[in-house]
């Protein structure tokens, strides 16, 4: 974790630098002893392990340079996320320019009606920000939420802090965002489960957030900065005018919805030990996020309002963007496969003896938010603290469901300068760095917090194991 937040903070290094370097020094540093006590303690989890099976793994792994080793596990996680990433990528990217965003967007607001703008705003965040980034979110929900300011003359706080609260939570508990998919990846959760355990976490966190949202606006009040756009651009939001035509609602909603959909009914099929070839379907991860991304293409294709070429730009970017987080979450699967390498989840079972089981909880939260906090990305604290974790799989006597929802929440406090997006919230709304830091940092930190113990309370009322 020195090596990397070393890379990133003083060097100044991209993150896939920094993990892969991290990953070639520890892969290096690593003695033929802990490399032989690591596939020792790997094949014995599994089951009854003869000698000769246990030697021949040994001499294998012995027999692969530090590179390699690296190289092995960056390609296995990229294997496993490359496609769900890329297509996650394509699915927000179409929501955006085919105009589905905007009508889920309007649909929930004429559920809500206007005086409950700010519940719209709420379910809306959390709903786009399954497949979509938080910056992405809160750039489409905004204007919105300034054109609502306009016309209630109020609750401009209110609105800001719900899109936040709906937002930040999806982005760091439910996949296929990057973060809590290779988390997922690194503690072996199923999707569909994290995807469903992740909405219950989320959920309670941001009911906090709401509370938090209505009691700070009862006290305070945020003018309209008068630089803001007209009312009509306002309402349209930043990627154009307002289409005539736009998807049906439920067409609108099908690519975020289908593949939760699809990987829960594998989920709950999976528990009741179903078998079959429509299981092991519904069970795969990257046909759900296959046939959410067909159906956005779909219809970018009939409601997108750009010609051909510029359609096929835009996928072409949102690619380019995913693969650099491809890139970026392999490396941290590298850095991860060498780290257990060294035999660290036996150390700190160790050192933290009988209390290991609890203190997993509070512990890898703790390191995802050191991480967060000194280096201001979400996801890429997830990525540095998932090893950790992975380190008490063989101790906790729960899901590991709930390490990687320990892992989410700690990826929340502490928002600061250094978060790319605590300067999208401070600049799109108006609002002084003061201000963020006196309503936003708090929010979203105890948001972290609350989740933490709506985790731990049902790591013990409903360990799944």
Same mark, same amino acid.
């Given at each position: 974790?020195?090596?990397?937040?070393?890379?990133?903070?003083?060097?100044?290094?991209?993150?896939?630098?920094?993990?892969?370097?991290?990953?070639?020094?520890?892969?290096?540093?690593?003695?033929?002893?802990?490399?032989?006590?690591?596939?020792?303690?790997?094949?014995?989890?599994?089951?009854?392990?003869?000698?000769?099976?246990?030697?021949?793994?040994?001499?294998?792994?012995?027999?692969?340079?530090?590179?390699?080793?690296?190289?092995?596990?960056?390609?296995?996680?990229?294997?496993?996320?490359?496609?769900?990433?890329?297509?996650?990528?394509?699915?927000?990217?179409?929501?955006?320019?085919?105009?589905?965003?905007?009508?889920?967007?309007?649909?929930?607001? *004429?559920?809500? =009606?206007?005086?409950? /703008?700010?519940?719209?705003? #709420?379910?809306?965040?959390? !709903?786009?920000?399954? +497949? $979509?980034?938080?910056?992405?979110?809160?750039?489409?929900?905004?204007?919105?939420?300034?054109?609502?300011?306009?016309?209630?003359?109020?609750?401009?706080?209110?609105?800001?802090?719900?899109?936040?609260?709906?937002?930040?939570?999806?982005?760091?508990?439910?996949?296929?965002?990057?973060?809590?998919?290779?988390?997922?990846?690194?503690?072996?959760?199923?999707?569909?489960?994290?995807?469903?355990?992740?909405?219950?976490?989320?959920?309670?966190?941001?009911?906090?957030?709401?509370?938090?949202?209505?009691?700070?606006?009862?006290?305070?009040?945020?003018?309209?900065?008068?630089?803001?756009?007209?009312?009509?651009? *306002?309402?349209? =939001?930043?990627?154009? /005018?307002?289409?005539?035509? #736009?998807?049906?609602?439920? !067409?609108?909603?099908? +690519? $975020?919805?289908?593949?939760?959909?699809?990987?829960?009914?594998?989920?709950?099929?999976?528990?009741?030990?179903?078998?079959?070839?429509?299981?092991?379907?519904?069970?795969?991860?990257?046909?759900?996020?296959?046939?959410?991304?067909?159906?956005?293409?779909?219809?970018?294709?009939?409601?997108?309002?750009?010609?051909?070429?510029?359609?096929?730009?835009?996928?072409?970017?949102?690619?380019?963007?995913?693969?650099?987080?491809?890139?970026?979450?392999?490396?941290?699967?590298?850095?991860?496969?060498?780290?257990?390498?060294?035999?660290?989840?036996?150390?700190?079972?160790?050192?933290?003896?009988?209390?290991?089981?609890?203190?997993?909880?509070?512990?890898?939260?703790?390191?995802?938010?050191?991480?967060?906090?000194?280096?201001?990305?979400?996801? $890429?604290?997830?990525?540095?603290?998932?090893?950790?974790?992975?380190?008490?799989?063989?101790?906790?006597?729960?899901?590991?469901?709930?390490?990687?929802?320990?892992?989410?929440?700690?990826?929340?406090?502490?928002?600061?300068?250094?978060?790319?997006?605590?300067?999208?919230?401070?600049?799109?709304?108006?609002?002084?760095?003061?201000?963020?830091?006196?309503?936003?940092?708090?929010?979203?930190?105890?948001?972290?917090?609350?989740?933490?113990?709506?985790?731990?309370?049902?790591?013990?009322?409903?360990?799944?194991?």
């Amino acid at each position: 974790m020195a090596l990397v937040l070393g890379g990133i903070l003083w060097l100044r290094l991209h993150a896939f630098l920094a993990l892969i370097g991290g990953a070639l020094v520890i892969a290096f540093l690593t003695p033929a002893t802990s490399l032989e006590r690591y596939v020792e303690s790997e094949l014995l989890r599994k089951g009854p392990t003869s000698d000769f099976e246990i030697r021949s793994a040994q001499a294998e792994l012995a027999g692969k340079t530090p590179a390699k080793r690296v190289v092995d596990g960056f390609g296995e996680t990229c294997g496993k996320v490359g496609i769900l990433i890329a297509m996650a990528s394509v699915i927000g990217v179409c929501l955006l320019e085919s105009g589905a965003a905007q009508r889920i967007v309007e649909a929930i607001l *004429a559920c809500f =009606g206007a005086a409950r /703008a700010h519940l719209a705003f #709420l379910f809306s965040g959390f !709903l786009l920000a399954i +497949p $979509v980034f938080f910056d992405t979110v809160f750039y489409l929900l905004m204007p919105i939420g300034k054109a609502m300011r306009r016309k209630t003359g109020k609750n401009y706080l209110l609105y800001i802090l719900t899109i936040v609260a709906g937002g930040t939570m999806a982005h760091s508990l439910i996949p296929p965002t990057p973060g809590p998919m290779f988390v997922a990846n690194e503690l072996k959760v199923d999707i569909g489960t994290m995807m469903i355990a992740g909405f219950i976490v989320g959920s309670v966190a941001v009911a906090f957030g709401y509370a938090w949202a209505v009691w700070r606006n009862r006290h305070h009040e945020i003018e309209l900065p008068e630089e803001v756009e007209d009312a009509a651009a *306002a309402a349209a =939001g930043p990627y154009g /005018a307002t289409r005539e035509v #736009l998807p049906p609602v439920i !067409l609108a909603f099908l +690519p $975020v919805l289908l593949p939760i959909l699809w990987l829960g009914a594998g989920s709950v099929l999976t528990a009741q030990e179903q078998s079959g070839l429509w299981v092991r379907l519904l069970g795969d991860k990257n046909l759900a996020l296959i046939a959410g991304a067909a159906i956005a293409l779909v219809m970018l294709g009939i409601y997108g309002a750009n010609k051909r070429e510029e359609k096929r730009d835009k996928i072409q970017s949102a690619l380019q963007s995913g693969a650099g987080i491809i890139l970026i979450t392999a490396a941290g699967g590298a850095f991860g496969a060498v780290l257990r390498q060294t035999g660290i989840g036996a150390d700190i079972a160790e050192m933290l003896g009988a209390s290991t089981v609890w203190l997993a909880l509070p512990v890898v939260f703790l390191v995802t938010t050191i991480v967060r906090t000194a280096q201001g990305s979400a996801t $890429v604290a997830m990525i540095t603290a998932a090893p950790v974790a992975a380190a008490f799989l063989t101790q906790i006597t729960f899901h590991p469901v709930y390490l990687a929802l320990a892992i989410g929440c700690g990826s929340k406090p502490i928002p600061w300068m250094n978060d790319s997006g605590f300067w999208i919230i401070t600049r799109m709304s108006g609002m002084k760095e003061s201000e963020t830091l006196r309503f936003v940092t708090p929010m979203m930190s105890l948001m972290g917090v609350v989740g933490l113990i709506a985790t731990v309370i049902g790591a013990w009322l409903f360990p799944m194991v």
